[in-house]
């Protein structure tokens, strides 16, 4: 069976990281995907990651991590030539995704209103630091920014610490499945309407976004949160230290608060609410610190799952992908060998299964201008008017 994107044309003009991603996940399931590439000025992740010979290449990790399954073309949109080419290539497109500065693109005749004109059935998808309009619209952000300004960094951290950003991307991340989530969204609509539509996504929305049970207790119940650490309310909930690492401990709820107490030998312990929990957090806190001291954070987890209480030992990255679990699943995909070499890497490719249709990473992440003689054939464009365009430096 197809997947569920397959059939569908999209032009990615992204660049970073959470506009990218986006497209990644269109690609993943099916939709080819065409990134335009700037012949003189790549997108600055090719250039960012650990390795530097592939900064060196515009092959850099941080690209490669949603690069895949795309085709370049590498197209100058500040050369008119270049505007013609996209402008065509809209033509046919399903969906167009951008996060270009606001304004940007209706300057040079690619706007929403402009290109809709010429394919009512286009998707485009516009996504930006703080959406097409506010006071902020022109700003520029990115993840570390917006972590800052929704008040996701005050509750990360200690008092002790202050304030401290999450180790990865999220809103990037966050953002990236938003907008494929809202181009899916705007897809179904297509096929019930026949129409496309605009969809407007602003970064800052979406860390607001993951901030909504936070947010919700302050505009519910009146309670501005401030930093935890990994303490939580409940002592059924954080990190513990053991005899030699931390133990995430996550007993959520009263049922698994019950099969933890009974596991380490104190069933008088439980609690029948959450309420009566968290008023006796400092006793439950104070026994679960002594208990866990006794024992390695590796047997602790092993026992508490064997009594489907939820814990894990704190690991690094390394030690989280060689867990024998990915290996049932097919959330690392094989990306090919790294450019330049055999060496064979793997990347994260869709936290999901769908019958008949899974996601798959068919094709590694192209160089620059990799397919650009490629996609303009397949779009109607002539050998002549190929070659008119890398004549005039808009195609490279």
């Known amino acids: 069976m197809a997947r569920p994107f397959e059939g569908l044309r999209v032009i990615d003009a992204t660049h970073v990281l959470a506009g990218p991603f986006a497209a990644y996940q269109l690609a993943v399931l ?33 690209y490669l991590a949603q690069g895949g399954g795309k085709r370049s073309l590498a197209l100058d949109l500040k050369q008119p030539e270049g505007q013609a080419a996209l402008l065509r290539l809209l033509c046919g497109a399903d969906v167009f995704v951008q996060n270009f500065r606001p304004g940007a693109l209706e300057a040079l005749g690619l706007g929403y209103d402009a290109v809709s004109r010429i394919n009512p059935r286009l998707v485009y998808c516009s996504i930006s630091a703080f959406g097409q309009d506010g006071p902020r619209a022109q700003d520029t952000g990115y993840d570390n920014v917006f972590q800052a300004m929704s008040g996701m960094m005050s509750l990360t951290g200690t008092e002790a610490s202050g ?20 181009i899916a969204a705007a897809l179904v609509r297509r096929a019930q309407t026949g129409e496309g539509a605009h969809v407007d996504l602003a970064m800052f929305d979406a860390a607001l976004m993951l901030m909504a049970a936070p ?16 303490r939580f309310p409940s002592a059924g909930l954080g990190a513990y230290p053991t005899a030699d690492g931390l133990l995430m401990l996550g007993a959520g709820n009263q049922r698994q608060q019950r099969r933890l107490w009974a596991a380490l030998g104190h069933p008088e312990m ?78 994260p490719v869709a ?46």
């Open 30 to 62: 099916g939709a080819d995907v065409i990134r335009i590439d700037h012949p003189g000025d790549p997108d600055q992740s090719r250039s960012q990651g650990a390795d530097r010979a592939l900064n060196a290449a515009q092959m850099g990790s941080a």
């Open 270 to 347: 439980a609690k029948a609410t959450h309420d009566e929990s968290r008023d006796d957090f400092e006793r439950e806190e104070a026994l679960l610190r002594r208990i866990f001291l006794t024992r390695s954070a590796a047997d602790w987890e092993e026992m508490l799952r064997g009594h489907r209480v939820p814990a894990a030992r704190v690991r690094s990255l390394p030690e989280a992908l060689a867990d024998p679990q990915l290996a049932a699943r097919a959330v690392m995909q094989s990306a090919g060998p790294l450019p330049g070499g055999k060496t064979p890497h793997a990347v």
């Open 215 to 230: 947010i919700s207790g302050l505009t519910a119940g009146g309670a501005a949160p401030g930093p935890q650490g990994n």
């Open 163 to 182: 304030p401290l950003r999450a180790g990865a991307p999220v809103v990037d991340y966050a953002t990236g499945y938003m907008a494929g989530f809202a």
């Open 351 to 396: 936290p999901f299964g769908l019958t008949g249709g899974d996601p798959v990473l068919d094709r590694p992440a192209p160089r620059i201008g990799e397919h650009s003689e490629e996609v303009l054939r397949e779009a109607g464009f002539t050998p002549a008017e190929i070659a008119a365009l890398q004549t005039s430096g808009a195609l490279g």
